[in-house]
């Protein structure tokens, strides 16, 4: 799926069925207002899933060797304190980072900053930092002004390559690549570009307690294949611009992988390995959102010969993984909503058969009836053909009958409530 990289409102609310379920709500409260609520905590405004690059995707060599890498990421929330996580979660030998900076960025897909706004990044007041293998540091707070849906640029200065590299591969994003320290640089002309992101985990903003983030995770839908480059138009980027134009203080970070799957490593982790990083290690959560299961399925179909008694162990499999990750949740105060599986008969990938399509409406029967969520998007409702309900609606297929097209991806953050992301959950035993 992913290894391919690339509605009206009111019309998807009628179609789409937002489940809440009562047991699990019994701990949730409305959040308090920010006007009335003292103090502040950092909060996640962006975020990108790590992963092991695979050879086409890693940087070269002499692109690390006393190099600049910039990097433009799209806030979610707004502040005046930002602070970045770096990483070196797959590396191998400790990552050294000579050099960082932060500044508000002229636009998605251009090397240009504001140079008004540049800061320099310290950690513990120096401006290079070693990260040891396996690890991810925060910088020191910087104060400058981000708006929210701003474009904020990193820019990041290399003495050497990585043991080994850590990276998001699917960012849809420009990043820009500079031989030297340039990372007090204005504008970098003619800056090589890939569209990768590298040793960059999370932007984080101080927010009023009543703030905090949803964090998506799950495979290429989320990851977004197929969206427009430097676009920001995935479905977490949609829903992020409503919470925005309603005034709901809440953060997305996507944490989608492109071939990712729930039970199985492929090009990155599987989900639940990654869970607690990806999902309950970032700063002010409080929703979690799950959509996975298409390459499970879908993989197993693909692979073996569909043999009755593998089909129903991965379905046992995908819905033990399903009530562990709400377990971890519940022990952390967070929310985490469930969402169905999207269709996928046509798929020129998968071939999927009609007992391939009986197991993803047997899995998201138990996804909206189980009573594991704290609420469920039905993302397949409001996708799916009406007159071929095991099909993406045409106008939300993206041609191959397994993405979304752009306005599927609209259609997906219109079929999210916002009443459910104005909740909060207590942590729960």
């Given at each position: 799926?992913?290894?391919?990289?690339?509605?009206?409102?009111?019309?998807?609310?009628?179609?789409?069925?937002?489940?809440?379920?009562?047991?699990?709500?019994?701990?949730?409260?409305?959040?308090?207002?920010?006007?009335?609520?003292p103090g502040q905590h950092w909060v996640a405004s962006w975020g990108a899933a790590q992963m092991l690059p695979e050879t086409a995707n890693e940087l070269p060599a002499a692109d690390?060797?006393?190099?600049?890498?910039?990097?433009?990421?799209?806030?979610?929330?707004?502040?005046?304190?930002?602070?970045?996580?770096?990483?070196?979660?797959?590396?191998?030998?400790?990552?050294?980072?000579?050099?960082?900076?932060?500044?508000?960025?002229?636009?998605?897909?251009?090397?240009?900053?504001?140079?008004?706004t540049l800061q320099a990044l310290t950690f513990d007041g120096r401006s290079a930092v070693t990260i040891p293998a396996g690890a991810e540091y925060y910088s020191d707070p910087v104060?400058?002004?981000?708006?929210?849906?701003?474009?904020?640029?990193?820019?990041?200065?290399?003495?050497?390559?990585?043991?080994?590299?850590?990276?998001?591969?699917?960012?849809?994003?420009?990043?820009?690549?500079?031989?030297?320290?340039?990372?007090?640089?204005?504008?970098?002309?003619?800056?090589?570009?890939?569209?990768?992101?590298?040793?960059?985990?999370?932007?984080?903003?101080?927010?009023?307690?009543?703030?905090?983030?949803?964090?998506?995770?799950?495979?290429?839908?989320?990851?977004?294949?197929?969206?427009?480059?430097?676009?920001?138009?995935?479905?977490?980027?949609?829903?992020?611009?409503?919470?925005?134009?309603?005034?709901?203080?809440?953060?997305?970070?996507?944490?989608?992988?492109?071939?990712?799957?729930?039970?199985?490593?492929?090009?990155?982790?599987?989900?639940?390995?990654?869970?607690?990083?990806?999902?309950?290690?970032?700063?002010?959560?409080?929703?979690a959102l799950v959509l996975i299961g298409v390459n499970d399925l879908g993989n197993l179909h693909r692979n073996t010969p569909d043999l009755p008694a593998d089909r129903r162990q991965?379905?046992?499999?995908?819905?033990?993984?399903?009530?562990?990750?709400?377990?971890?949740?519940?022990?952390?105060?967070?929310?985490?909503?469930?969402?169905?599986?999207?269709?996928?008969?046509?798929?020129?990938?998968?071939?999927?058969?009609?007992?391939?399509?009986?197991?993803?409406?047997?899995?998201?029967?138990?996804?909206?009836?189980?009573?594991?969520?704290?609420?469920?998007?039905?993302?397949?409702?409001?996708?799916?053909?009406?007159?071929?309900?095991?099909?993406?609606?045409?106008?939300?297929?993206?041609?191959?009958?397994?993405?979304?097209?752009?306005?599927?991806?609209?259609?997906?953050?219109?079929?999210?409530?916002?009443?459910?992301?104005?909740?909060?959950?207590?942590?729960?035993?």
């Open positions: 799926m992913g290894s391919r990289q690339q509605g009206k409102r009111g019309t998807i609310a009628a179609a789409v069925a937002i489940i809440f379920t009562v047991g699990a709500l019994g701990g949730c409260a409305t959040a308090p207002g920010t006007a009335s609520d690390w060797r006393d190099a600049s890498i910039r990097q433009v990421v799209h806030l979610s929330l707004g502040g005046s304190q930002v602070r970045v996580r770096l990483s070196n979660a797959y590396g191998t030998a400790p990552l050294l980072v000579d050099a960082a900076s932060v500044a508000r960025a002229v636009a998605p897909g251009r090397a240009a900053i504001d140079a008004a104060s400058i002004e981000v708006p929210a849906g701003a474009d904020l640029a990193i820019s990041l200065h290399f003495t050497g390559e990585p043991a080994r590299q850590t990276s998001h591969s699917g960012a849809r994003a420009s990043s820009f690549l500079a031989a030297g320290n340039r990372t007090a640089d204005a504008d970098w002309p003619g800056a090589a570009t890939v569209t990768r992101w590298f040793a960059i985990a999370d932007v984080d903003v101080l927010a009023p307690r009543a703030a905090g983030a949803l964090v998506a995770i799950g495979d290429s839908i989320t990851d977004g294949y197929g969206v427009t480059t430097d676009g920001n138009d995935r479905w977490t980027d949609v829903l992020a611009a409503r919470l925005r134009r309603d005034n709901v203080p809440i953060g997305t970070v996507n944490a989608g992988i492109g071939g990712g799957r729930m039970l199985k490593d492929g090009l990155g982790p599987n989900l639940v390995s990654r869970f607690e990083r990806d999902v309950l290690g970032r700063a002010g959560v409080t929703h991965l379905l046992a499999d995908l819905r033990l993984a399903h009530r562990q990750l709400a377990s971890r949740a519940r022990a952390r105060g967070v929310c985490l909503i469930g969402a169905t599986v999207t269709p996928y008969v046509g798929s020129d990938y998968y071939h999927p058969e009609p007992a391939n399509e009986a197991d993803r409406q047997e899995l998201n029967a138990w996804i909206r009836e189980a009573g594991v969520f704290d609420a469920v998007v039905d993302f397949d409702a409001a996708l799916r053909d009406p007159a071929q309900p095991q099909r993406l609606a045409p106008q939300y297929d993206s041609g191959d009958h397994l993405h979304p097209s752009l306005a599927g991806y609209r259609a997906m953050a219109d079929a999210v409530p916002l009443e459910m992301l104005r909740r909060r959950c207590r942590s729960r035993p």
